[in-house]
């Protein structure tokens, strides 16, 4: 069946550094692919998406990576602050389901360290 | 915060019980889901409904049931038949495919 895989499950980054968060989606028919950030004790929140009919989509400090060869997206948050920490998910869904079913990542738990 | 409530916060289960999970919302939207979220595996699709009256499966659909009746209510019914209910349960809402709005959440606990 349908499977989103993401890597790393923690990372840890310093301050004012910059976070990668990478994600692989195993259903071709997937065209959209949102982000979805939970902050402790808190419910997910959208941060950012990306359709397939774009390579690349960015706000403010953070932005998105689509391969659709490769079958690859990830996430980028520069100049990291504190309240970047959080649970960060990646997922995936197609039109061939009216986008209803989404398929989430395991999520990747970012430490940023003052 | 969303239009999207569940309740309750925390609800705690004997054995052999069944629980319902109340999640509703004011937000028109069509669509609907139920998530299980344990540490480490991230959300996991339990039942999904598109419009009042029919719902579809998801991954982990077994032990749990629902109902839509009508469009801003979707309740989660945990059976006794599901072995390991104890976990993080959010609710969400969509419409036509876009962003999902999630619910605070309820955390059932099997004694």
């Known amino acids: 069946g349908e499977n989103v895989e993401q890597h790393p499950s923690t990372l840890s980054v310093q301050e004012g550094d910059s976070a990668v968060i990478k994600c692989t989606y195993s259903d071709s028919a997937s065209n959209y692919f949102p982000w979805y950030k939970q902050e402790l004790g808190k419910r997910p929140q959208l941060i950012i998406d990306i359709r397939s009919n774009v390579g690349e989509k960015k706000d403010q400090r953070i932005a998105v990576t689509l391969n659709k060869t490769a079958k690859h997206f990830s996430l980028h948050i520069t100049e990291t602050q504190p309240e970047d920490s959080a649970v960060y998910f990646c997922a995936a869904s197609s039109e061939k389901t009216s986008y209803d079913k989404v398929i989430f990542g395991p999520g990747t738990s970012l430490s940023v360290i003052p | 915060d969303g239009g999207i409530t569940q309740s309750p916060k925390y609800l705690f289960r004997k054995e052999g019980q069944n629980v319902t999970l109340s999640c509703e919302q004011n937000l028109n939207h069509d669509a609907m889901y139920w998530y299980r979220q344990d540490p480490g595996q991230g959300l996991r699709l339990i039942y999904y409904?598109?419009?009042?009256?029919?719902?579809q499966k998801g991954d982990i659909a077994e032990g749990y049931s629902v109902s839509r009746e009508k469009k801003e209510s979707f309740p989660l019914t945990v059976t006794s038949a599901q072995k390991n209910p104890t976990a993080f349960y959010l609710c969400a809402s969509s419409f036509g495919g876009a962003e999902q709005f999630f619910g605070p959440g309820t955390r059932l606990t099997v004694l």
């Open positions: 409904s598109q419009i009042v009256n029919d719902f």
